[in-house]
Nanobody, 120 residues
Framework: QLQLVESGGGLVQPGGSLTLSCTAS????????VGWFRQAPGKERERVSC????????NYSDSVKGRFTISRDNGKSTVYLQMNNLKPEDTAVYYC?????????????WGQGTQVTVSS
């Protein structure tokens, strides 16, 4: 079964940190760019970061730039999203997705999502 699985979400206080993981199962993630997306209740889905298949290219939305870091370990077929200085507005379900490039249509593989809640 070909799938992406996210993990690492949870409840954290403002200013805290979390690291999300996105692991591929049933296929090799090496050939894919991976994006992290999030969706809060009542809001549209937002792409927060993307990393190319080699890891040589990354980008971030303005809302997370300087606080989030995306990285990957192709040997483990895993992409990480390190989230620091978390704010209540970061609360959302976070999803990872794989496509051939960061400018792709993102119609391919998606994970089931992991909840991140930032609250005191």
């Amino acid at each position: 079964q070909l799938q992406l699985v996210e993990s690492g979400g949870g409840l954290v206080q403002p200013g805290g940190s979390l690291t999300l993981s996105c692991t591929a199962s049933g296929f090799t993630l090496d050939y894919y760019a991976v994006g992290w997306f999030r969706q809060a209740p009542g809001k549209e889905r937002e792409r927060v970061s993307c990393i190319s298949n080699s890891g040589g290219y990354t980008n971030y939305s303005d809302s997370v730039k300087g606080r989030f870091t995306i990285s990957r370990d192709n040997g483990k077929s895993t992409v990480y999203l390190q989230m620091n200085n978390l704010k209540p507005e970061d609360t959302a379900v976070y999803y990872c997705a794989a496509d051939t490039r960061c400018r792709g249509s993102w119609l391919g593989y998606w994970g089931q999502g992991t909840q991140v809640t930032v609250s005191s």
